[in-house]
């Protein structure tokens, strides 16, 4: 499940290149920093490489997955995807705000740029490699699991394509070269949603066939099994159910998806602490995600996203649109109504995630707690470093390892994993499209819970203990149930961008403006919390629900390839 980077592929292949000793004109040499196709294609060792390579892309953008090739989405990179969305905003724009502020154009997608390029070139990348793999010698069984792995990884690829494009241009297993018709309208030709939606599902079918259900030695870490291949069509026929996407598939298809993992009884809700499950390997609940090495290092999270007191950047900042939806730990939201809550105190009692998420005022937090106050505080404006001030008044803890250097961290941190999918997303997939399908409390057949048992599986995570959603609620009180505890648990994980767009009311989330609060301490030690807009300007246009293809996409099929609505 887990893919571990010890040392780059170019590296590690750079020892099979082949020097030729032949006396050549000047300019006919062998270049030195790539394989030759002959290699690639007799050399197993070589071959196995360049798909372990696959999991990753090719950095096309600045600031992208800093010390290694980004994978999938944006994970661990400088700016996440969650500072596009009301989770949070990036301190420093990073071309961020353009999108925040719906100025994102074919022209300029900013931070979303590189979705359409970097997707078809691991597809073909994978396209490749099957071609390859008939006729290769290697045992039957290593074939069918490199297949697997190659359809799994398009897979996501196309996964990532649909899910911020809509229609996609289906490939299948051709491999274009420089000769071929290039011009082709067929090549440009745009699926329809459910035709795209099928296409991925059945590939992630026949790839679960050929996985294995564990990895069976460490070097194998972080690759596709079938719970992977699995949970990822969980993923997509939710999608497929959701209203954006014009009726691509049922929710009942969602829940026999989800019922799929679940039966493989493999999974489990980790035990440990919720924080905790970030910054270890192999959790029960990790279904897919990357493992990095000492070797291979991601964004160094800690000084990234620390407050500028302890000498960090801020990065992506948590807003207080997020913090006000982590209700009270009675299960109630947390305002004046609530007998647990203290406005003198905002921050008590709440919903132990919160903790595990998000930096606040007086969180403890290595040596000391965390001061964002006027005047005077360290970690506000008053503190050192002040450009790297919080623009909301908080500061990101989840991924944290506080085990790691904050300053100076070069080479000493940065080795915690990023997960793509966990078992917790499967049952918040299960209970929205059982309680959509059957309602709350109806328990789907072949399943041995409910909707609303699903959910309840997750706020009874020792570390959380939140109540139980109670017996006899209304589907749609069940549905805004749901939603507020994928907002939850998932938070900071790439989840909410999605959601709001397939459930159609980003035009709502998306045009709020990102709010943050002024911490002002008092003479007598008390504090008085003022709101104030983090990041103006938001705004979101129906058009937005699906990006726009780059420009230079369309150029380059000679205006074929057919634009987004609108754009």
């Avoid at 953008?61 to 990179?77: C, V």
């Avoid at 597809?123 to 069984?141: D, H, W």
């Avoid at 609940?285 to 990357?290: L, M, P, Q």
């Avoid at 399943?447 to 609303?452: G, K």
């Amino acid at each position: 499940m887990k893919y571990k980077y010890s040392i780059p592929v170019f590296i590690l292949l750079s020892g099979v290149l082949a020097l030729s000793s032949c006396k050549k004109d000047f300019l006919d040499v062998t270049a030195t920093d790539r394989i030759p196709t002959n290699t690639l294609e007799t050399d197993t060792a070589v071959f196995e490489a360049f798909v372990t390579n696959s999991y990753i892309g090719t950095r096309l953008q600045d600031k992208e997955a800093d010390g290694t090739n980004p994978g999938f989405g944006r994970g661990f990179e400088y700016s996440m995807w969650s500072s596009l969305t009301d989770e949070s905003i990036y301190n420093n724009d990073d071309n961020t705000w353009l999108v925040q502020r719906g100025q994102l154009a074919p022209e300029n997608l900013g931070a979303l740029g590189v979705l359409w390029g970097r997707s078809y070139r691991g597809i073909r990348e994978c396209n490749y490699a099957l071609k390859v793999l008939t006729t290769i010698q290697m045992s039957a069984a290593r074939k069918t699991r490199l297949e697997g792995e190659l359809k799994f990884i398009r897979a996501f690829r196309y996964q990532d394509l649909i899910r911020n494009y809509g229609k996609v241009v289906l490939m299948g297993d051709q491999v274009l070269g420089l000769t071929d018709n290039l011009q082709d309208p067929a090549l440009f030709k745009r699926s329809t949603i459910k035709e795209g939606i099928d296409y991925v599902a059945a590939q992630l079918d026949d790839a679960a066939a050929k996985l294995p259900l564990n990895n069976d030695n460490s070097w194998l870490l972080g690759r596709a099994t079938k719970g992977a291949a699995l949970a990822l069509k969980s993923r997509l026929l939710l999608y497929a159910a959701s209203p954006l996407y014009e009726a691509a598939g049922t929710w009942q298809a969602a829940v026999n998806a989800a019922q799929q993992v679940i039966g493989l009884n493999k999974y489990g809700i980790y035990q440990g602490g919720y924080g905790n499950m970030f910054l270890i390997n192999e959790s029960n609940e990790a279904i897919f995600e990357r493992v990095y090495t000492k070797n291979a290092n991601h964004t160094h999270l800690e000084i990234a996203n620390g407050p500028n007191g302890y000498g960090g950047w801020a990065g992506n900042t948590p807003t207080q649109n997020l913090v006000d939806v982590y209700d009270l730990t009675n299960g109630l939201p947390a305002n004046t109504s609530n007998p647990l809550y203290n406005p003198a105190k905002p921050y008590e009692n709440r919903d132990p995630r919160f903790k595990a998420t998000i930096l606040y005022n007086g969180a403890a937090y290595r040596e000391r707690n965390i001061e964002t106050f006027i005047p005077g505080g360290k970690d506000s404006r008053d503190g050192n470093d002040n450009w790297n001030t919080t623009k909301t008044g908080y500061y990101l803890k989840k991924f944290m390892n506080d085990a790691y250097p904050l300053q100076n961290p070069w080479g000493n941190a940065g080795f915690q994993p990023w997960i793509y999918i966990r078992y917790a997303e499967v049952l918040l997939n299960f209970a929205e499209a059982a309680n959509e399908a059957y309602g709350p409390d109806v328990v789907p057949a072949g399943s041995s819970f409910s909707a609303r048992q699903a959910i309840n599986m997750i706020r009874s995570r020792a570390s959380v203990n939140m109540p139980d959603l109670a017996a006899g609620m209304a589907q749609t009180d069940m549905r805004t149930a749901i939603r507020h505890e994928r907002q939850i648990e998932l938070a900071f994980e790439e989840h909410r961008f999605y959601d709001v767009r397939r459930w159609k009311i980003a035009d709502v989330t998306e045009n709020l403006p990102s709010r943050g609060v002024v911490i002002t301490k008092n003479n007598d030690g008390t504090f008085t919390f003022t709101s104030k807009i983090a990041l103006d300007g938001r705004k979101f246009e129906t058009k937005h629900y699906w990006l726009p293809i780059p420009r230079t996409e369309i150029l380059a099929s000679g205006n074929q390839l057919q634009q987004n609505p609108n754009y």
